[in-house]
């Protein structure tokens, strides 16, 4: 097994949206805001080779929006996601799968790409199956108020008229016994969660459960959940769980760390280590 961090650059959210409740004079000590309250995040993906298949969790958010729809999110850093793939030694049409942890644009819209006459959508990986929930798909194409702007239909239709489209929790099996899937439903229904078993040591790819190392104080959840109270309770049992059998957390948004570990203090769980992922992982 072969197991690389892929980066798909950052972008601009709002600092406020992205801590909920949370006052800004607590969590900007962490994740430091702009004049306009604009937090940079990364768009962090995973990349792992194994018995046959190079799976690709996750695509960022692409580059196919308008000027104007980009405006909105200031994509930016050097970070790129075919040419992150390509210097980890692969080539984006040896992807064979992609698994997408949600559909929200930051996470699945590098999945879908321009064509050559950028006048159509081509798959971004077009040998590879694409991977969601079939619970996660129904709430994304029939979209409610809340999450309209951010399920967009660009980044989901081609897919499945692609014929590349295929569900997790019907093939549960199908990555082997080195993935596991555990699902979330306070951020968005049936967000997928992957855990890596590499060289003995679990790797969970939480997604939006906990985006950053400064969210990993259990009240600490973003504006963007439709179901706060549940991310809440998610969040302790996985931190529970982590911090009992010493996985690594991978971090989709944090701008600087890749992973930690997790401990319980008498004051709640912290990050017992941060930084990336080669520093803990003989990779």
Not at 207 to 224: F, G
Request: charged share 25%.
């Amino acid at each position: 097994m072969k197991i690389s961090v892929i980066d798909a650059g950052n972008f601009k959210l709002d600092g406020g949206a992205m801590f909920g409740v949370v006052p800004k004079t607590i969590w900007q000590k962490m994740i430091p805001a702009d004049e306009l309250n604009l937090c940079s995040w990364k768009m962090r993906c995973l990349l792992v080779e194994n018995e046959g298949k190079l799976i690709l969790t996750d695509t960022g958010m692409g580059d196919k929006q308008p000027e104007k729809w980009q405006g909105y999110y200031f994509k930016h850093g050097d970070g790129d996601l075919i040419q992150s793939i390509r210097k980890a030694g692969y080539h984006e049409d040896e992807v064979t799968d992609v698994i997408l942890s949600h559909l929200h644009f930051d996470h699945c819209g590098g999945a879908v790409s321009w064509n050559t006459a950028r006048d159509g959508y081509r798959l971004t990986f077009k040998n590879a199956r694409y991977w969601t929930h079939s619970a996660h798909w129904d709430w994304a194409i029939h979209p409610n108020p809340r999450e309209k702007a951010t399920f967009l239909t660009e980044n989901l239709l081609p897919i499945e008229e692609s014929g590349h489209l295929n569900f997790i929790d019907q093939q549960p099996d199908f990555f082997g016994n080195k993935f596991s899937f555990l699902f979330a439903d306070g951020h968005t229904e049936k967000m997928i969660m992957p855990v890596v078993t590499f060289k003995e040591q679990k790797i969970i790819f939480i997604a939006d459960t906990v985006p950053s190392h400064a969210h990993i104080h259990v009240p600490y959840c973003m504006s963007y959940d439709i179901r706060p109270l549940q991310t809440m309770q998610e969040k302790e049992s996985l931190l529970q769980i982590i911090s009992d059998e010493k996985w690594l957390i991978f971090y989709d948004h944090d701008p600087v760390h890749e992973v930690s570990g997790i401990i319980k203090t008498e004051k709640g769980f912290k990050p017992e280590f941060s930084g990336s992922l080669k520093d803990f992982v003989s990779l």
